[in-house]
T-cell receptor
Framework: QKEVEQNSGPLSVPEGAIASLNCTYS??????FFWYRQYSGKSPELIMS????GDKEDGRFTAQLNKASQYVSLLIRDSQPSDSATYLC????????????FGKGTRLHILP | EPEVTQTPSHQVTQMGQEVILRCVPI?????FYWYRQILGQKVEFLVS????????KSEIFDDQFSVERPDGSNFTLKIRSTKLEDSAMYFC??????????????FGNGTRLTVT
């Protein structure tokens, strides 16, 4: 089982709609969860951190965490063409070795 | 906003040559990392560094790799004898966090290493 799994996409969403990105992780002891955005050829850029169950909102972005289901998601409201990028889910394996491990990412394409 | 800086942005080298990739982490950060991303693949952990020593390293980080913090600001990754498969984007990152992994990584812009 892969440690951090994401659907690679591409996920195509019309402009103005809600984009929903999902991530599952295998290490039940993980404590810290991050969403990064990566444009082609660029470095990952932090969007959200989430550490406890429930929802966390920041502007158009909402991160959702369910530790029992080992599931993290990112919702992007009012999607804009500039949101077209690869979204990386990252998880800290604190019970094992404290590395931050990345999923392969989901490519998001916002249709104008 | 403070940022992590990496030099050079692009390095081309011949197989078997040594390369040094340089990073200046954010000044009040204590934890430093190198990650790499082969084209089209995921961001992979290489090594973490705290208090002037390696804290964790991956199976990728073999004897050909080394890291150093030669002064109070620079953090370097050396590859002694490059192979074709070392071609990748190398990212330096730093965090301030109280414990490993609890704070998000702040990435530099990366060094694209091309081994020919």
């Amino acid at each position: 089982q892969k440690e951090v799994e994401q659907n690679s996409g591409p996920l195509s969403v019309p402009e103005g709609a809600i984009a929903s990105l999902n991530c599952t992780y295998s290490d039940r002891g993980s404590q810290s969860f991050f969403w990064y955005r990566q444009y082609s050829g660029k470095s990952p850029e932090l969007i959200m951190s989430i550490y406890s169950n429930g929802d966390k909102e920041d502007g158009r972005f909402t991160a959702q965490l369910n530790k029992a289901s080992q599931y993290v998601s990112l919702l992007i409201r009012d999607s804009q063409p500039s949101d077209s990028a690869t979204y990386l889910c990252a998880v800290n394996r604190m019970n094992r070795d404290d590395k931050i491990i990345f999923g392969k990412g989901t490519r998001l394409h916002i249709l104008p | 906003e403070p940022e992590v800086t990496q030099t050079p942005s692009h390095q081309v080298t011949q197989m078997g040559q040594e390369v040094i990739l340089r990073c200046v982490p954010i000044s009040n950060h204590l934890y430093f990392y190198w990650y790499r991303q082969i084209l089209g693949q995921k961001v992979e952990f290489l090594v973490s560094f705290y208090n002037n020593e390696i804290s964790e390293k991956s199976e990728i980080f073999d004897d050909q790799f080394s890291v150093e913090r030669p002064d109070g600001s620079n953090f370097t990754l050396k590859i002694r004898s490059t192979k074709l498969e070392d071609s990748a984007m190398y990212f330096c990152a730093s965090t301030q966090g109280q414990s490993w992994g609890s704070s998000p990584l702040h990435f530099g812009n990366g060094t694209r290493l091309t081994v020919t």
